[in-house]
């Protein structure tokens, strides 16, 4: 059973950082891409950024290019989404989404199984 649990959310200021991870079970993490959405509430969720299965290819939606990196550490089944100079607009729920295949991707589509979720919440 495939299992995504996120963590590290919570309330910070602007232009402060979280760090937000995911733990995978029950997959062959090392050879899926991972990606991470948000979502705010009236809102369709939205793709923020993605990973290949090795790191060496990742994808970022315009509005967080600069400010936030994704990272993923194989040996421990688990992907990061290091978040800095946090702005008010970043504040939704953040999930971690896998994919099936070794390829990142940037639509919802293309993931398979999803986690809970984790609240940002940045105040002005």
């Known amino acids: 059973q495939v299992q995504l649990v996120e963590s590290g959310g919570g309330l910070v200021q602007a232009e402060g950082s979280l760090r937000l991870s995911c733990a995978a079970s029950?997959?062959?993490?090392?050879?899926?891409?991972m990606g991470w959405f948000r979502q705010v509430p009236g809102k369709e969720r939205e793709f923020v950024a993605c990973?290949?299965?090795?790191?060496?290819?990742?994808h970022y939606v315009d509005s967080v290019k600069g400010r936030f990196t994704i990272t993923r550490d194989n040996a421990k089944s688990t992907v990061f989404l290091q978040m800095n100079s946090l702005k008010p607009e970043d504040t939704a729920v953040y999930y971690c989404?896998?994919?099936?295949?070794?390829?990142?991707?940037?639509?919802?589509?293309?993931?398979?199984?999803w986690g809970q979720g984790t609240q940002v919440t940045v105040s002005s």
């Open positions: 990973i290949n299965w090795n790191g060496a290819n990742t």
């Open positions: 989404a896998d994919r099936t295949t070794s390829v990142a991707a940037t639509s919802r589509e293309a993931y398979d199984y």
């Open positions: 029950g997959l062959a993490f090392t050879t899926r891409a």
